[in-house]
């Protein structure tokens, strides 16, 4: 389940098919471990229906439960300056 969780936080949002890829866990496994990782409150699952040449494929869109990613390094935009009011 470890892996799951690592692998949410590095990539984000993600089907339950793209994790058992990537994790080489079983599809049937990983979709185990994530309804008790949401049981748990560490993951946030929706339903999702895809489809591909026309045919529709059902996934589970899985998602880290209140995780906001560190801001990237680098320069950040301005913002905006207030109107000057007209007199």
Known sequence: MQAILDYLKK??????SEIATATGLSLASVRQHVTV????GDIMICRSIRFKDG???EGMLCRISGYIPP????????GSVPAKPVI
């Open 37 to 40: 990782l949401q049981s748990r």
């Open 11 to 16: 990539t984000g949002e993600q089907l339950d």
């Open 55 to 57: 045919k529709p494929s």
């Open 71 to 78: 801001v990237a390094p680098g320069r950040k935009p301005k």
